[in-house]
Structures are given as C-alpha cells and as structure tokens.
T-cell receptor, first 114, second 113 residues
C-alpha cells in the first residue's frame, strides 16, 4: 500500500547487533502492527499499538522492542536477544473507525544474519 | 492459545480448474478477513465476513462464513495465472483488544498455464 513505507527493504545483522526497522504511514491510522513471516507460516504478531505512546506485546515479542512517539511512526528494534531473527517483517496499520477496518501492509523488510 | 488452522498449505492447479482453501478456528470469531499475498509482495485485503452463514462473491471468488462462525472458505472458479499467490484467512475474536487478527498459515496457490 502506498500509504505505508517500510525501510530498508533488505537488512543484514551481525552477531550481537541490534537493528531497527522503520515503518512510516501517512494514512492517519491510530493502530499499527508488526508481524513476522516465516516460510510456510502465517503472520505472527510481534507488537501492536492502538495509540501514540502506548503499545502492547503480541504473541512473539521476546527479543524485540518498539516505540510509538509519533502517530505516523512505529519502529521495530530486533535486539541481540532474538536468536533467530532471519525472517520477513511486515508493518501494518488500521483505521479504527468504520465497520470493516482492514489492515494495510507495507512492502516489508527482509532481515538476514551475516 | 487460540488458533486458526488453514488447509491445504499448497495447491497446484491447471489453469481453468477450481480452487478452495479452508479455515477453521478453535473458538467463535467476531468476523473473518481474507488477504492475498502475491509472490514477493505483501498481504492485500480482499474481503471481510461478519454474519453467520454469510456468502460474498467477488467475480470468480466466493467467500463463505460458517453458521457457527468458526470456519470459512474461499473458492476460486476457473483459476487464472493472475490468481497465483498465498491466500490467508485472519480471524478476529469478540472483545478483541487492539483489533488483533489471528492469521491462518496460508494456502499457496500455483497455476499452471
């Protein structure tokens, strides 16, 4: 979706290094989400945020951290504590108004271990 | 925890054949959404089903929500090469905090011309 920008598209992490994945949206959505996608698996929720300055752990939050200082931005840090970080990371946002509220996804970031 | 199981994991069809993917939830859902992810792309919203027994159509795609609101299916009639991709169902529970979706594992569809 044009309204959500993830960067970089590809990222490589060295042992013991923290890396940060960027997610920016101009859709004026309150809710934002981070998912991890592994081959043959569905999307697993890492963290989500319903409003600025508030976020909640998802199903696989260990080894990750987030911040939500601005409505438009929801960066994800993959810490050295995440031992198996190689995956495709997807950011999404949702308009909390209306009856349908689909999630809109960015193009994703592929993270690999060096 | 609550799961949404989706089958099959892979489906290979000849162009023109039909295709169906099924989702089953361990608990009753408030609603279910379907997404399509093209190879190398990101999931794109297709549709949402809310009512028990609901059936919706989008051209060659037919979506159903079970009477108990625990299962759903997507059927594609006469597949085309443009249908290639992975189809995900995603359920939402009642009293859902944060609008979270529980995604199925996805069904990867390949279509042979």
């Amino acid at each position: 979706d044009g309204g959500i920008t993830q960067s970089p598209k590809y990222l490589f992490r060295k042992e013991g290094q923290n890396v940060t994945l960027s997610c920016e949206q101009n859709l004026n959505h309150d809710a934002m989400y981070w998912y991890r996608q592994d081959p043959g698996q569905g999307l697993r929720l890492i963290y989500y945020s319903q409003i600025v300055n508030d976020f909640q752990k998802g199903d696989i939050a260990e080894g990750y951290s987030v911040s939500r200082e601005k409505k438009e931005s929801f960066p994800l840090t993959v810490t050295s504590a995440q031992k198996n970080p190689t995956a495709f990371y997807l950011c999404a946002s949702r308009d909390t108004e209306g009856s349908i509220q689909p999630q809109h996804f960015g193009d994703g970031t592929r993270l690999s271990i060096l | 925890g609550q799961q949404v199981m989706q089958i099959p994991q892979y489906q290979h069809v000849q162009e023109g054949e039909d295709f169906t993917t099924y989702c089953n939830s361990s608990t009753t859902l408030s609603n279910i959404q379907w997404y399509k992810q093209r190879p190398g792309g990101h999931p794109v919203f297709l549709i949402q089903l809310v009512k028990s027994g609901e059936v919706k159509k989008q051209k060659r795609l037919t979506f159903q929500f079970g009477e108990a609101k625990k299962n759903s299916s997507l059927h594609i009639t006469a597949t085309q090469t443009t249908d290639v991709g992975t189809y995900f169902c995603a359920g939402r529970r009642y009293y859902n905090q944060g609008g979270k979706l529980i995604f199925g594992q996805g069904t990867e569809l390949s279509v042979k011309p």
